[in-house]
């Protein structure tokens, strides 16, 4: 499955959003427009079911309810989120989850979210199998934890919890990676900021885990020539108790040198990293401007490398993609409903898909490609400005 749709209401920059979502999608705008922030929904509904996750929790590790209004909120103060949840390639959802929330305390007592709306929507019923709105015989204690994140709540929408906690995050930070010691830091973190991604692999079954590093390599050989014979060392087999991706470094000798990821370059563990994440799992996955650290032509290749990666017998799988990058945009490979641009305001940051913005379906429709259409909507107005600024008067 894949989330359909999304319906956003004072949620960080965005004070009101409503939008579609494809298989593969390409989320740009002008930095501070919300990328991340728009990115962290999906990761926030992920953590409402994840283990020893939920509502509180979720809510403060973002720092509270305060930190997650809108700033451009005025009378309607409460967060909602709601997402359609359906098959690839259906036109209509399977489910519809809606969850609302406001902050409850202050002063003496505790901070903490309460629950407004709950909501979830079955196609096969045709009707709300959960309505939640406050009412009735519901005490502020249970309105602070969702039934969506409790097992025996949840049994009439258990696909909905199921799907939302296999939601992956890439934005990997190649110094974590290398840094060991940070290892038994993550034991409990499933974010692919780095440090739990020799974790992730470990993990994963010997046969499934060789079959991935097997496609990983054919693709460093070609993108890192220098680079060959990627394997897995686990934990079991390294005198620290660490485990370690291990690969050979071709040079004068006949065999080369072995080298652990410590000394990997910061491009190849990125090309690690993306490609481990796609290949492992099959629900949505959100990346961060994946073509950190890479040539740009190794860049230009990706957009349709996704797409090859997304296929596979089980069905598509979605991806979700923040960017910045010219080259990753700049092919006709890529549809205009692939692209949401996010515009800012006075009222918030609106987010619009790239054929419905006037001046962008002009030049798109003229043959140019997203990044030659989109690129110069995006930039600041006055960015050229920057150049007359004198800094040494």
């Not at 705008?29 to 999906?42: H, I, M, Q, Y």
């Not at 709306?117 to 045709?126: D, G, P, T």
């Not at 992730?200 to 070609?222: F, M």
């Not at 940051?349 to 995006?378: N, R, W």
């Amino acid at each position: 499955m894949i989330i359909q749709r999304v319906i956003l209401k004072n949620w960080k920059n965005f004070q009101k959003a409503d939008f579609q979502l494809t298989n593969r999608n390409f989320i740009v705008g002008a930095n501070a427009s919300g990328k991340s922030n728009l990115l962290d929904v999906f990761r926030f509904l992920r953590d409402l079911v994840k283990q020893a996750g939920g509502l509180q929790y979720a809510v403060e590790e973002r720092g509270g309810v305060s930190k997650l209004r809108c700033l451009s909120a005025r009378t309607e103060s409460d967060i909602s989120i709601g997402i359609d949840i359906g098959e690839a390639d259906a036109n209509a959802p399977k489910w519809r989850y809606i969850v609302a929330f406001k902050n409850i305390g202050g002063g003496f007592l505790k901070n903490e979210a309460l629950i407004v709306e709950e909501k979830v929507w079955s196609a096969e019923k045709n009707s709300w199998v959960l309505e939640r709105n406050g009412k009735g015989n519901e005490d502020n204690e249970t309105r602070k934890f969702t039934y969506l994140e409790q097992i025996n709540s949840n049994a009439d929408f258990r696909e909905v919890y199921f799907f939302l906690r296999e939601i992956q995050y890439l934005h990997l930070i190649p110094q974590l990676v290398r840094d060991a010691d940070s290892y038994f830091l993550a034991a409990n973190k499933e974010d692919f900021y780095g440090r739990n991604l020799l974790e992730r692999i470990a993990s994963t079954n010997k046969k499934t885990r060789d079959s991935y590093l097997r496609r990983i390599n054919e693709v460093l050989q070609i993108a890192v020539p220098q680079l060959s014979e990627l394997t897995f060392v686990e934990k079991k087999d390294d005198p620290s108790g660490i485990p370690h991706l291990e690969a050979r470094y071709k040079h004068w000798r006949q065999r080369g040198a072995k080298q652990t990821e410590r000394q990997f370059s910061d491009g190849t563990l990125r090309i690690i990293g993306f490609m481990w994440a796609l290949l492992d799992g099959k629900e949505t996955i959100l990346m961060e401007e994946p073509e950190l650290y890479l040539h740009a032509e190794i860049v230009k290749q990706l957009p349709e490398f996704i797409s090859k990666m997304q296929r596979r017998k089980s069905g598509t799988r979605q991806v979700v993609i923040t960017t910045h990058s010219y080259d990753l945009l700049n092919t006709l490979t890529i549809s205009p409903k692939e692209v949401l641009v996010l515009e800012t305001g006075p009222e918030g940051t609106s987010v619009k898909q790239a054929d419905t913005i006037e001046l962008v379906k002009k030049y798109l429709d003229a043959g140019f490609t997203p990044a030659e259409a989109i690129t110069p909507h995006t930039a600041p107005k006055e960015i050229k400005k920057i150049n007359q600024i004198s800094l040494f008067d």
